[in-house]
């Protein structure tokens, strides 16, 4: 089993719809990441948690929003959806005192209409 | 303030030559950096990593990375392309005390012709 879940996989939706992307992992780490990728420009830090009770805002977290509901579940919303969001989405992990080696899921691909 | 620079966004070599993948890097301080690969509708994979024991890092899959502070360079290398190596491939820098957080590159899309 993958140590490191996103669901949806692929999701479609529509400008002003509120969407929750959940990343959920077995691998114990305290920290807990979620990026967006664009073509031609790498992965860009949204929010990230170094705790369930920690939680900062990453490079580009303007229309987004997060949750930490457990050491294992970090979700992403996004209020009010719109076309620019439209990305790859990727949740990651790590442990605390680590090499900062992080640990990604499989992706979430939103398409906002 | 640290940040890595991908010099290629496209690479295109044969089955069976070797491979080239440019990072500069840049840093006030020691840096963690690492090299990431996705392959087509797949997360990213860990490579390998820097963390200051031997500037020589081996990864997976026969890649190995040497850190060159004098160059502000992590390159990537392979000796021999295989087709499986058809990827993107991201130069990471971990930011310095800031527990974890990581700033990637642009990316580098590598090709692999038969």
């Known amino acids: 089993d993958a140590d490191v879940t996103q669901t949806p996989r692929n999701r479609i939706t529509k400008t002003g719809k509120r969407i929750m992307l959940e990343c959920s992992q077995t691998?114990?780490?305290?920290?807990m990441y979620w990026y967006r990728q664009d073509p031609g420009l790498g992965l860009r830090l949204i929010y990230y948690?170094?705790?369930?009770?920690?939680?900062n805002k990453g490079e580009i977290s303007d229309g987004y929003s997060v949750s930490r509901q457990a050491q294992a579940k970090f979700s992403l919303s996004l209020e009010s959806a719109i076309p620019n969001q439209t990305a790859l989405y990727f949740c990651?992990?790590?442990?605390?005192?680590?090499?900062?080696?992080?640990?990604f899921g499989p992706g979430t691909r939103l398409t906002v209409l | 303030a640290q940040s890595v620079t991908q010099l290629d966004s496209h690479v295109s070599v044969s089955e069976g030559t070797p491979v080239l993948l440019r990072c500069n890097y840049s840093?006030?301080?020691?840096?963690?950096l690492f090299w990431y690969v996705q392959h087509p509708n797949k997360g990213l994979q860990l490579l390998l990593k820097?963390?200051?024991?031997?500037?020589l890092v081996k990864g997976i899959n026969g890649f190995e990375a040497e850190f060159k502070k004098s160059e502000t360079s992590f390159h990537l290398t392979k000796p021999s392309a295989h087709m499986s190596d058809a990827a993107e491939y991201f130069c990471?820098?971990?930011?310095?005390?800031?527990?974890?957080?990581?700033?990637f590159g642009q990316g580098t899309e590598l090709s692999v012709k038969p």
């Open positions: 820097y963390t200051s024991a031997a500037t």
């Open positions: 840093s006030s301080y020691s840096p963690s």
């Open positions: 948690s170094f705790d369930v009770k920690d939680i």
């Open positions: 990651a992990t790590s442990e605390t005192g680590g090499t900062d080696t992080q640990y």
């Open positions: 691998k114990g780490h305290d920290r």
């Open positions: 990471v820098v971990s930011v310095y005390n800031q527990g974890g957080k990581l700033i």
